[in-house]
């Protein structure tokens, strides 16, 4: 069959190259793709928020399967629109897509459905949430309702801090629509995880655990970011498999149900691990980015046939295999990244690498040579038989990659290790 990538990140090139290896494709093309996802597809430079242009392209070349990367697309209805153009699509329709794209609707779907969460308020009033925050003390976490490109969200360690933010969202408008409201939440203390599963509305069935790394300085210094690195599996989250999915996703799947929301594609679940048990921190209605990266290249049943599965809730039927191997993910970020910071750098070193995958997360094309085009530029990803392998084998390929500014985190992985060092 013919098949359509939406998005232009690190995910959609993970995405992009795991597709490649099916058996059932037949031509794969991208929108709007990027120097990456180029090598293994056909891209086509369509805004992937205009989705007649998109109906229309699918049906053109005849696309037998859309699958959708970004968030922005899925809560702004492409999926939708394909299903009613008879087209089919791996990825949440619009109403499945409000738990990513407002978070009081997920907080609100989690309170009445007993779901793991956190004490949490709402708020589009300047005043009231001052109030409340003065109320609360500090550290509290406040974040703008709708998407915000992975930055709506502050961990606010003062009073001051939480206020200004608030104002920032309300009175300023930071993230226009989406920061029309904001949540305020109880801070959580721990270790934070990705649960990810592929979802058809009727059953589910689990990825390979991760674990990403948002801060953008080692040791967890620093802003967050969309993420810096990541590596799989994760045993944070071992032994708790059960707990996940009898508190978590089967009480999930029965809310839908009431709700008569049908859910097809990837439901995230970002988790924190505290001392009162695991809690959720999100939902997302997507594959995360960089954990995506350290996911599908463990994943040895063909990945179209999964997705198909879920289109066609019949997902029940299928066994998922997965490589025993480790996988690290090492992003490479643009001097600057998460703040402002400049493009066009012209990147070295990418020609004869071997041994790993390198994703392009914002990179362009210019003639022959490939330049930086966003914060996050490169991701370095590698499988080895061990957890210390895949690290090395990363962090040695990173040696020999080059663009002005370029830096990462050096710890990506360490705090796993040293967990393992000292048993």
């Not at 500090?138 to 608030?166: I, Q, R, Y």
Request: aromatic residues 8%.
């Amino acid at each position: 069959m013919n098949v359509l990538i939406i998005g232009s990140g690190g995910r959609e090139h993970s995405l992009a190259l795991k597709v490649a290896e099916s058996k059932l494709l037949n031509k794969l093309f991208a929108i709007p793709g990027n120097p990456g996802i180029e090598k293994v597809a056909e891209c086509h430079l369509l805004d992937i928020m205009d989705n007649q242009a998109i109906v229309d392209f699918a049906k053109e070349k005849n696309i037998g399967l859309v699958i959708v990367g970004p968030e922005a697309p899925l809560v702004n209805g492409l999926a939708d629109e394909l299903e009613n153009n008879g087209i089919r699509v791996f990825g949440p329709n619009k109403a499945a897509a409000q738990f990513e794209g407002s978070k009081s609707f997920a907080r609100n779907f989690m309170k009445k459905y007993g779901l793991p969460s956190v004490e949490f308020k709402e708020f589009t009033d300047l005043s009231h949430a001052e109030i409340y925050i003065k109320e609360k003390g500090a550290p509290v976490v406040v974040k703008a309702d709708g998407l915000a490109a992975g930055k709506g969200v502050l961990v606010a360690k003062t009073v001051d801090e939480a206020v200004n933010f608030v104002k920032e969202c309300l009175e300023n408008n930071k993230f226009g629509e989406a920061s029309s409201k904001v949540i305020i939440e109880d801070c959580l203390v721990g270790e934070e995880a990705s649960y990810l599963v592929f979802m058809d509305s009727v059953t589910f069935k689990p990825m390979v655990y991760s674990q990403d790394h948002k801060p953008v300085f080692e040791n967890d210094k620093g802003p967050n970011t969309g993420g810096m690195g990541a590596y799989s599996p994760a045993p944070i989250l071992d032994g708790l498999k059960t707990e996940i999915e009898e508190k978590i996703i089967k009480p999930f799947l029965y809310g839908i149900k009431q709700e008569r929301i049908e859910y097809k594609g990837v439901l995230y679940v970002g988790l924190m691990k505290t001392k009162d048990g695991l809690k959720i921190l999100e939902f997302n209605c997507r594959f995360g980015d960089p954990e995506t990266q350290v996911i599908l290249p463990r994943l040895k049943t063909d990945i179209l046939e999964v997705m198909t599965a879920v289109v066609s809730k019949t997902l029940s039927s299928m066994t998922l295999e997965w490589s025993p191997e480790h996988c690290v993910s090492v992003v490479l970020a643009s001097g600057g990244y998460p703040g402002s910071y400049e493009k066009g750098k012209l990147i070295t070193g990418l020609d004869n690498i071997t041994g790993a995958q390198i994703i392009h997360a914002g990179t362009r094309k210019e003639g022959n040579n490939i330049l930086t085009n966003g914060g996050r530029v490169l991701n370095v990803v590698c499988l080895g038989k061990n957890l210390q392998e895949a690290v090395d084998k990363a962090y040695l390929i990173i040696k020999g990659i080059n663009f002005d500014g370029l830096f990462f985190r050096r710890d990506i992985a360490k705090k796993e290790l040293d967990r393992q060092a000292e048993k």
